[in-house]
């Protein structure tokens, strides 16, 4: 009976000691309790509002070798052929010659303030230094039509060219005239759709494009070997799982079909589309204004140009993919021009694939697998320049323009036959479902 006493009372004691621990602790039980409702109802309850991502490290791919890399800059020496020596500097890895000693005088004709945004203020309220990252710094920038007499070199702006009586009466037959495009050939002129390019026969001495043979260079972006390479296994991207690919567009259209090639390749695979041609325009406007951060959450972004035409590489794949660490898949110039200009191993082409269906395929297969890491073993070695001026990104075109009147051979040329540099026929090819 003792023991049996003795027993009961211990018992009673550890419940009276129990319900003191817990009195003393309610907040703290209350609290943990809510805590792991509010998780259980959103993981288990609502799962669409929880993102689904995953963190992945680039160690498990081993970066390129010297002989990678030698391989593909010797195909880029034989496949960019014709360059001015500041194409050289640009592609080449040639080194910048010596400045000359005298001032430049640059004029951008007639419609240099409609440019203004995007190369001096890149989209802000500020105004820059044009000259600020550029080697050379011995050039003036006019924007006025009376400095036509001075000026040594003056640029035209096809674009807004509304026809040949748009331009000035030659004063001195050593100024160099060049002409400015920034869009494929079947996008040269906008004001008029009368204008050709046989009526500027004999007036221009330079050509300024994104082409690389341009005498004055202008791509959206380049690609350049690190003077220190760095050690991927520091890098961890984090990406979305449940959808793998992303486009951006405002521009519906496209010379190439692009977008009925989205079409045919959402039957097989979910993509995401943001800007004015989607169903996301809130999220991203789609305008070189403002930047999308929501593409920077997926694996593969869709590089689509809206015409296929020979080194017409925009910002949609510089700025929307590179810059995003996400991997291209590229539409719009030749499979060559993407190999020399591209940093090797890091893209996938349309082109190579029979159809959209087979590019979904390919890029499910990549994601079970896991196989997609070997896109960035470029990385390591290699390094994207954005150079377009758009979503804040520098601009060099009037650097560029300063550099070639410095290092460019002055001999007199004339484009006598602009066609047979820059038209539909010579640097285009048909779309995908043509």
């Given at each position: 009976?003792?023991?049996?006493?003795?027993?009961?009372?211990?018992?009673?004691?550890?419940?009276?000691?129990?319900?003191?621990?817990?009195?003393?602790?309610?907040?703290?039980?209350?609290?943990?309790?809510?805590?792991?409702?509010?998780?259980?109802?959103?993981?288990?309850?609502?799962?669409?509002?929880?993102?689904?991502?995953?963190?992945?490290?680039?160690?498990?791919?081993?970066?390129?070798?010297?002989?990678?890399?030698?391989?593909?800059?010797?195909?880029?020496?034989?496949?960019?052929?014709?360059?001015?020596?500041?194409?050289?500097?640009?592609?080449?890895?040639?080194?910048?010659?010596?400045?000359?000693?005298?001032?430049?005088?640059?004029?951008?004709?007639?419609?240099?303030?409609?440019?203004?945004?995007?190369?001096?203020?890149?989209?802000?309220?500020?105004?820059?230094?044009?000259?600020?990252?550029?080697?050379?710094?011995?050039?003036?920038?006019?924007?006025?039509?009376?400095?036509?007499?001075?000026?040594?070199?003056?640029?035209?702006?096809?674009?807004?060219?509304?026809?040949?009586?748009?331009?000035?009466k030659r004063q001195d037959s050593k100024q160099i005239w060049a002409f400015l495009t920034d869009e494929s050939p079947y996008n040269t002129f906008l004001q008029s759709k009368n204008n050709t390019l046989k009526n500027y026969n004999g007036l221009f001495n330079w050509s300024m494009t994104y082409r690389s043979d341009s005498d004055i260079p202008v791509p959206y972006g380049r690609t350049v070997l690190k003077k220190w390479p760095?050690?991927?296994?520091?890098?961890?991207?984090?990406?979305?799982?449940?959808?793998?690919?992303?486009?951006?567009?405002?521009?519906?259209?496209?010379?190439?079909?692009?977008?009925?090639?989205?079409?045919?390749?959402?039957?097989?695979?979910?993509?995401?589309?943001?800007?004015?041609?989607?169903?996301?325009?809130?999220?991203?406007?789609?305008?070189?204004?403002?930047?999308?951060?929501?593409?920077?959450?997926?694996?593969?972004?869709?590089?689509?140009?809206?015409?296929?035409?020979?080194?017409?590489?925009?910002?949609?794949?510089?700025?929307?993919?590179?810059?995003?660490?996400?991997?291209?898949?590229?539409?719009?110039?030749?499979?060559?021009?993407?190999?020399?200009?591209?940093?090797?191993g890091s893209y996938i082409n349309t082109e190579d694939y029979a159809n959209p269906n087979a590019l979904a395929y390919h890029i499910l297969s990549l994601n079970k697998s896991g196989e997609y890491r070997k896109y960035y073993r470029w990385q390591e070695k290699f390094q994207v320049l954005n150079e377009h001026g758009y979503f804040g990104s520098k601009s060099y075109h009037y650097c560029r323009i300063c550099q070639a009147v410095?290092?460019?051979?002055?001999?007199?040329?004339?484009?006598?036959?602009?066609?047979?540099?820059?038209?539909?026929?010579?640097?285009?090819?048909?779309?995908?479902?043509?």
């Amino acid at each position: 009976m003792v023991s049996l006493h003795r027993i009961l009372t211990k018992n009673t004691e550890n419940v009276i000691m129990g319900q003191n621990i817990i009195q003393k602790n309610r907040f703290f039980l209350t609290l943990v309790a809510c805590v792991l409702t509010t998780i259980y109802f959103f993981v288990y309850k609502n799962p669409e509002q929880i993102e689904s991502k995953s963190n992945f490290y680039l160690s498990a791919y081993p970066s390129l070798s010297r002989k990678e890399i030698d391989v593909w800059m010797t195909n880029r020496q034989l496949l960019l052929t014709n360059l001015s020596k500041l194409g050289e500097v640009l592609f080449l890895n040639v080194s910048e010659p010596e400045a000359i000693d005298k001032r430049y005088e640059i004029l951008i004709w007639k419609y240099g303030y409609t440019i203004e945004n995007r190369h001096l203020k890149q989209y802000s309220h500020k105004r820059i230094d044009p000259f600020e990252y550029c080697p050379v710094k011995n050039c003036d920038l006019r924007f006025s039509d009376k400095s036509i007499s001075t000026a040594d070199i003056v640029i035209f702006h096809l674009h807004r060219i509304k026809g040949v009586d748009d331009l000035p009466k030659r004063q001195d037959s050593k100024q160099i005239w060049a002409f400015l495009t920034d869009e494929s050939p079947y996008n040269t002129f906008l004001q008029s759709k009368n204008n050709t390019l046989k009526n500027y026969n004999g007036l221009f001495n330079w050509s300024m494009t994104y082409r690389s043979d341009s005498d004055i260079p202008v791509p959206y972006g380049r690609t350049v070997l690190k003077k220190w390479p760095i050690k991927r296994q520091n890098q961890i991207y984090e990406k979305k799982l449940d959808v793998l690919v992303a486009i951006l567009g405002s521009n519906c259209g496209g010379q190439n079909h692009r977008w009925d090639y989205v079409k045919q390749l959402q039957k097989f695979i979910q993509v995401d589309v943001y800007g004015g041609c989607g169903p996301f325009k809130k999220s991203c406007p789609g305008h070189f204004k403002s930047d999308c951060p929501a593409i920077e959450n997926y694996i593969f972004y869709l590089s689509f140009e809206n015409s296929n035409c020979n080194e017409y590489i925009t910002e949609k794949l510089w700025w929307n993919a590179y810059a995003k660490n996400s991997i291209p898949i590229v539409m719009g110039s030749s499979q060559t021009t993407y190999k020399a200009l591209l940093p090797p191993g890091s893209y996938i082409n349309t082109e190579d694939y029979a159809n959209p269906n087979a590019l979904a395929y390919h890029i499910l297969s990549l994601n079970k697998s896991g196989e997609y890491r070997k896109y960035y073993r470029w990385q390591e070695k290699f390094q994207v320049l954005n150079e377009h001026g758009y979503f804040g990104s520098k601009s060099y075109h009037y650097c560029r323009i300063c550099q070639a009147v410095n290092y460019n051979n002055k001999d007199h040329k004339v484009y006598n036959d602009l066609e047979s540099y820059w038209s539909v026929k010579r640097d285009c090819h048909s779309s995908w479902d043509a």
